[in-house]
């Protein structure tokens, strides 16, 4: 659990790596009646780049930003954020800033905005308290808010509003690392555009790492350099943002991406493809394949042995958990009766 | 149960509804209409009175509210109509789902019996009938194991589980009218997609008429016929879902699709949106709608529209536009006929 060197095996995406994962399993409940909740993920995220994290609900993916974040203890492996552990020197506000989903519960209804952007600075002693409130402004106003709104109080400014509150008191820190959390999915679409350009505005002045969970491929995949793809506590697709979503490998990827609904102006010309099935009670454990109950490929094979993340796929760094992929890429793309994604050529 | 409508087919006519909340005006002047086995999809951002247009038709305004008006439904004045009709109209000609289905649901009652609850405060029905209808509904709706869905409490079951258990609620009574109050927005997008197809069918099969509540315009375009656009407790346009996307009468429905598309588009979800003949490079840069949704407590003069609209001249902030009808659609807008607000579609 020291500072130690990246294997060079492992796949790195950027110069130097900010957030180091291997085997990690977090566990919820102790015993038989634990429930991995995230197991044997291995990833690397570089430093400067947006990393996004996506699956259904209970999937596992808030637990591992969570992990991250040294907010849940592994119960195997390790998670290295700037080369320190999570049992580490650096924890707390150096490590990570989280943004949660509902800004509502994130604020103190009972404090005004700048003592909320501000706290994180009082028990590090970044700044004398006197000018705490400037600072807060500041910090305001980098996000796009008056100083207006620097004395109200949680109830008095809009959900947009309060996102951005939010945003704001994660840079209070100085942190080099934010964790976003469905950072716009409580958003009208509209908010979530500016809430967006706003963070990648401040990521390329301050040169910060994101990682990003949502269950909306289209809120946050248009900002992601690279997409993990989560189901059922494991990853099974990782690459490049371009790669795993035009281009998708694993059936579960393709039809997350088939069942985000597009604007037509004929109402059955693309209809959003309904996966079929409820993801599955992480309680009962499943031999093989996790996603074969609602896989459309499913063979023998996917029920007794487990696909592991494979390398081979001949783009660099797009990787994927599937016995099949190969065959439905070929057939895929010789016939488009298939689940078809992505874009389509003009 | 009610009189035949007198002329025309209008299931629901809304008519100059007007609240007021205190010194606030919530909704102005909403005129608005859904025929039988029309999908209609209203639409606006958070704040635009959406909600409260739904919540209006059923009588459950909030409490000191003024309104104003007329609302019919099925030839019968709802409006000022004494609480028993209401009662007897709510639940069993007008059915209504709710944008959080846990939360919507009794804890601590199963189910099953929830829906016999309803069944029963309508029908003249012993339990063994109401639960044998109710099990029906649970089928109908999609549900794995309607049995077991049947006496299991809501904790038991998985969100989108609860919103298809709603949805048989909401259909006990074989109602006419179906208002969804944002049905799917806390749901993944996989069970979005699953329950958008299922009230489309829903629809289809019965004949019903859905009146769709949402901020989401991919999600309208996938199953209305028709998109009423709200704006600051205005109605601002009214038209076919095909020239809604197609093109746009309204500068914020133009807004509203574009931000939309462009969404989609950033995350290569669709084909990049082909220029239009009126569109600079600055309106195809990033979406329109900046600032924020105009305040119905305190409504710029003129357009309410107007602060935010890329279009807006003087005479926009003179007088509020009426709304102009020109070939089945209707558009608060000034400068409609000028514009060519081409969103560009395949």
Redesign the interface.
Known sequence: MTAGHAPAAVASAGPAAAISIRGLTVTYGGGRRGVSAVQDVTVNVGAGETFAIIG??GSGKSTLLKAIAGLVPPAAGTVEVFSGSAGGARRGAARGQVVFQVPDRALDPRQPIWKSVAEPLVPRQLRIPASLRETAIELLSEVGLGMQIADRRPHEI????KQRVTIARALASRAPLILLDEPVSAQ???????LL?LLMSVQRERGLTYVIVS?????????ADRVAVMYAAKLVEIGA??QV??SPLHPYTR?????????????AAR?????L???PDPRIRVAGCRFRSRCPFAIQRCASEEPALQNDTGAGGHQVACHRWQEISEVTASTSSAPK????P? | MTAATPGGDSLLAVTGLRLTLGPATLLDDITLSVQRGEVVGLVG???SGKTLTGLSVLGLVPHGAHVSGSIRFAGTELLGAAPAVLRATRGDQIGMIFQEPRSSLNPVLPVGRQIVDVIRAHRVMNRREAGATALSLLDQVGL?SPRNCFGAYPHEL????CQRAMIAMALACDPSLLIADEPTTSL???????I??LLRSIADERGLSVLLIT?????V?????RVITMYCGQVVNIDS??RV??APSHPYTW???S??????????????RPTGPDLSEAHLA??E??G?PANPEQPPPGCRFHPRCPFAEERCAQAVPEMTVLNGNQTRCLRHAELRLEAG??
């Open positions: 259904e609900s809009s959900g947009g509003q009208d679409v509209s908010l979530q555009a500016s350009r269950h909306d491929v289209a809120a946050v995949a248009g900002t943002a371009s979503l035009t039809a997350l991406i088939a069942a985000v609904p597009r604007i037509t102006a004929e109402r209809p959003a493809q309904p996966i099935g409820e993801p994604t992505g874009r389509e003009r | 951002e958070s704040g794995p998985s969100g989108g589980m993944d997008v996989t069970v979005q997609a699953q958008i197809s901020h989401n315009l991919a999600v375009t996938q199953v209305c016929d879902t095909h996307v197609a807004a509203l699709v931000s939309g598309r462009q969404q989609l588009a950033a995350a290569e979800l669709t084909e990049p990033g979406p709608l900046t924020q579609i395949r």
